[in-house]
């Protein structure tokens, strides 16, 4: 069964940066596309990024463009989304997902299969 694991949320002020984790539980996540995205208090859930975990072709929304890199570690299962020169309307909870059989896509898909617990990210002085 699918599950995701994330951690390295926390506390930071603007212009620093965090690394969050999204670690394959018991599952390899080979053919599968990871989507990156967060939640500000009172406001909808928005994608930020996607990576096809074979391929490792990603994509990104205007708003973390040039500042957020996702990249992965395919010895620990894990896709990293490393965030830099943060700012406070970086602020809100952080979701990784998986859609399994992703095959040879690069876009990001409408639906996924799997979703992590979800970690807090605030960027405040």
């Known amino acids: 069964q699918l599950r995701l694991v994330e951690s390295g949320g926390g506390l930071v002020q603007p212009g620093g940066s965090l690394r969050l984790s999204c670690t394959g539980s018991e599952y390899v996540l080979d053919d599968t596309i990871i989507g990156w995205f967060r939640q500000a208090p009172g406001k909808e859930r928005e994608g930020i990024s996607c990576i096809n975990f074979t391929f490792g072709t990603t994509n990104y929304t205007d708003s973390v463009k040039g500042r957020f890199a996702v990249n992965i570690n395919y010895n620990e299962n894990t896709i990293y989304l490393q965030m830099n020169n943060l700012k406070p309307e970086d602020t809100g909870v952080y979701y990784c997902?998986?859609?399994?059989?992703?095959?040879?896509?690069?876009?990001?898909?409408?639906?996924?299969?799997?979703w992590g617990q979800g970690t807090q990210v605030t960027v405040s002085s």
């Open positions: 997902a998986a859609r399994d059989r992703a095959g040879i896509s690069t876009s990001c898909p409408p639906e996924y299969d799997a």
